[in-house]
């Protein structure tokens, strides 16, 4: 069943200033988009078609000019819907402990005491692979990809039915992407919690989500289940499809740099 | 011992100075009166200008004043009246920049309009102008001290507290649902407060120099009530005889700007997390 339904959705933002005239810039229209129950979704699109509006939208830090988003009847609000950040470091108060930012929605968005905060933060920090040490640790102290498993967590602590990855593995390394895209199945498995990956790396798409959509110029002209042969048809989804190197580099012979016809005629 | 080791051994040992150059300031601005071996407005003409001795540690004025005693005594108007230049200026620049930044819009527009306004003519010539108005005397060089210098801390915390709101863990703490206030108190002032305190302890310095400045012309603290700016006054026609005269009150005001840069410097390492972390392991 569909837990979150987009209908009709339209956005935009107002440019232009002073010295050029004030103009709409229209970023989603005519959006129509299903959610299903701890499914992973990957969102992808070029830059600038609308894929962070939409987080923003879904997360109900903006309301939409047109059209609704529903969840399970009701319009978005923030205890439904977590995020983590493309930049881990800047997402965590340089001045506080990992383990009082972790806590954080604990704090706002739920009863418990401190003691049932710090119990249920340990618990996070294992769910992560981070140590229970790192609980009182600034974010200086810790490597990018500990802060993004930190981000995760924060993300994770009030049991979110959908979290929100906006372009939050684009700054790791491979090795780190796929260790926290199995870190995040694990849990998508133990909770039944929903992602949305927004990402413009196929491969990563292809790793975790069990369906993609593509964003193009403020519409989805893709939506397929993913499976290893599945090919897009829209121009644009080619070309992000193409963009993804292949796991191993082939050895180019002189017939790559060559044409055929000037080949012929030698 | 590596560079940065070294650095660290330098920084802390700057730091210790600074530290201990405060505490002394502090020190003899709190108990100045009882710590000087002299009253320090008495005036003894039998003992005019006299030279070092066992009795008099750095000689006595035109007056036959006690120097070390004017000088300890004096520490309280002169750090004081900073203090309190500093503490009007801080209000000012946090209320009214503050203000601007998070509310934004038309009223962000006119406050900083009425900033542009204040910074449009240097510092001094403003203070000048304000105390054509408000008149002479020590209350009203601190507000045109303060008053000219409110506008360039109201636009440095409009800039912080506008780049703090758009900060990725401002905008999490929103989405773990802390209320704005809460937003603002826990994540914007604190990060603003810090920059600011080392900014405000080494403009501390510069401060000092102007109400030192002030004095010296004539428009601040009067004589005979011991200031480091009014010694430096009226030594002045002394300059070629009694050099020391001028050089003692001037070192005091060296000693307490280079105290007070040594302690924006330790507070910025102290508040700046990124060197804390870096300290720390």
Redesign the interface.
Known sequence: MSFIQVRDLEHGYSAGGLFSKRHRVQVLSGLNLDLHEGQSLGLLGGSGSGKSTLARLL?G?ESADRGSIVFKGQPPF??R???V?Q?AL???????SIGW?IA??L???SDMDAAACRDRVEQLLQQVQLEARDIDK????LSGGQLQRAGIA?AMAIGPQLIILDEALSNLDRVLQVQILDLLAQVRHESGTGFLLITHDLSLVQRFCQRVVVLAEGKLVEDLPVTAQMRFTHPAARTLQEAVLPAMPRVRTVRDHVDARTLEKL | MSTLAAVYTGKKNGARIGYALVALLLLMALFGPWLAPYDATLVSLDDRLLPASASHWLGTDHLGRDVLSRLIVGTQLSLGSVVLVLGLVLVLGVVIGGIAGIVGGKVDMFLMRLCDMFLTFPTLVLAFFLIALLGTGLTNVIIAIALSHWAWYARMVRGMVLAQRNRDYVLASRLAGASRLTRLRQHVMPNVVGQLLVLASMDIGHMMLHVSGLSFLGLGVSPPTPEWGVMINDAKEFIWTQPQLLLWPGLMIFISVMAFNLLGDALRDRLDPSVLAEIKE
């Open positions: 997360m830090l923030l205890q819907v977590q995020m950040f930049d800047s997402a965590f108060n340089p001045q506080r930012s954080e929605p704090r706002h968005l600034l974010p200086a102290q924060r």
